[in-house]
């Protein structure tokens, strides 16, 4: 199926959120302490309604019977176009919140700006998560000054994920010819125009929790094009399973 650029746009956004937010349901149970355990599943909420908002819309936008639903879990690994950080996988605590942390300060950035949009059903969603992913950022900032600070050990976890997971993050700031386009239009945010916000965010709190930003690496990119890591594919299969056994079941 072929999208037009602004039902593209829109899915980007959405599967980042959905990708996100499949991957911090699977702390449910998990997670190290239970006001953690509650507060990733309250995240992984919040991008679920965003994702459920924006996918919502594409589907709108592209017609052709289509739903969320349909949208969520009828599209195989080609067909989502998050961004690759978001599908990386949970490893341990500081994996997940370092990976969190990097995607809220983007989040908040991108969402600001996208509430400016000349697309009111864009800006109103934009809006309406602004709220949820300032908390965000707030609960991951603070986790990851209080364990770079922490012991020599969680310092170095911390650390040690931050090097893991920085190449993933240039990908945030590559604008393509779509993105281009429907930024000069008013439409869409550059991502370009993001960076120095986010680096501002980012570079602050890694200095306040005593990390060192990683040297310059080879960044990968791809997944606003559907090019994925081995990571994705896993994920689709575990959350699109019931869907898929069951086509078009109702509760």
Not at 82 to 108: C, I, K, S
Not at 139 to 144: H, I, T
Not at 163 to 173: D, P, T
Not at 185 to 205: H, N, S
Request: hydrophobic content about 40%.
């Amino acid at each position: 199926m072929t999208y037009s650029p602004l039902t593209t746009y829109t899915l980007r956004i959405g599967d980042t959120c959905l990708v996100l937010a499949q991957r911090l349901t699977g702390w449910c149970g998990h997670a190290p302490e239970l006001e953690i355990d509650l507060a990733l599943a309250n995240i992984g909420l919040d991008l679920l309604g965003q994702a459920r908002n924006f996918l919502t819309y594409a589907a709108e936008l592209q017609g052709e019977a289509l739903d969320e639903d349909k949208l969520a879990f009828g599209r195989d690994e080609r067909q989502y176009c998050n961004v690759l950080l978001a599908e990386q996988p949970n490893g341990d605590f500081a994996d997940t919140l370092m990976r969190q942390y990097l995607l809220d300060a983007w989040h908040v950035a991108l969402f600001e700006r996208l509430a400016q949009s000349r697309d009111t059903q864009l800006a109103a969603i934009a809006a309406k998560a602004i709220k949820e992913v300032r908390y965000h950022l707030r609960f991951s900032r603070g986790w990851l000054v209080r364990l770079g600070n922490g012991t020599e050990f969680s310092q170095q976890k911390m650390q040690h994920s931050l090097n893991k997971l920085w190449r993933f993050s240039g990908e945030m700031f590559v604008a393509d010819e779509l993105e281009i386009s429907l930024a000069q239009q008013g439409i869409a945010v550059d991502p370009r125009t993001l960076r120095a916000t986010w680096e501002a965010e980012v570079f602050g709190a890694l200095l306040e929790a005593t990390l060192v930003k990683p040297q310059e690496a080879q960044y990968r990119t791809g997944g606003k094009q559907g090019l994925h890591t081995e990571h994705l594919g896993p994920l689709l299969a575990e959350m699109q399973y019931l869907q898929r056994a069951y086509p078009n079941q109702q509760w």
